[in-house]
């Protein structure tokens, strides 16, 4: 059973989807990836939603971009949450995606990332499996993170002003 169905409209959209199944996989939460297009392949599309349902899947991710309705078609079949991933390929970069994945009609809710926000995509479905009743382990893991990313910076900021002074020292 695959917690997590992450669901890209091409293999093209591979650097953005990686950093999230990265993530879902350092945490052992199980996923399944598919490549299936709204667009290309709607029948498919239909059918991998049906199935990854009676699999059990929780969260569903969708990534994709351009004329992005991807995330749309996805809502349109399940009332599991859906995570929206704007991919920036094509001319626009982007906002062509984000405008397509974000804009839902109400009742259809997209929880829709940045523009190539593949990491924020893993960590917002994370958060989303914390709440289920034997989610105490995977919380615990997401506190120690926002915790690291506190260090990381308060480590970097002291790095950036010991150069500054370092320079100072020099010039004085
Ligand atoms: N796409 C595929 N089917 C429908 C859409 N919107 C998106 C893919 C990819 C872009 O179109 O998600 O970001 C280009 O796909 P490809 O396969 O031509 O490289």
């Known amino acids: 059973m695959a917690l997590v169905t992450v669901i890209t409209g091409s293999v093209s ?4 989807v990686d950093p999230a199944l990265d993530i879902l996989r350092n945490h052992k939460v199980s996923y399944e990836l598919v490549v299936a297009s709204a667009h290309r ?20 991710i ?16 399940t009332v599991r949450p859906v995570i929206g991933l704007p991919v920036g390929s094509g001319p626009l970069k982007g906002q062509d995606s984000l405008l397509s994945t974000v804009m839902m009609p109400s009742g ?3 929880a829709t990332v940045a523009i190539d926000g593949g990491k924020n995509a893993a960590w917002l479905a994370l958060q989303i499996l914390a709440l289920l009743p034997d ?19 308060q480590d970097a900021e002291k790095q950036w002003l010991k150069e500054l002074e370092d320079k100072n020292s020099v010039t004085a």
């Open 13 to 16: 959209d591979r650097t953005v």
């Open 62 to 77: 969708a990534a994709a971009g351009m004329a992005a309705h991807l995330a749309g078609a996805v809502a349109a079949h």
């Open 135 to 153: 989610g105490a382990k995977l919380q615990k893991e997401l506190e120690d993170e926002r915790e690291r990313i506190r260090e990381t910076i």
């Open 41 to 60: 392949d709607p029948e498919r599309l239909i059918q991998i939603i049906k199935e990854s349902e009676e699999k059990g899947t929780r969260v569903f």
């Open 108 to 110: 259809m809710p997209v």
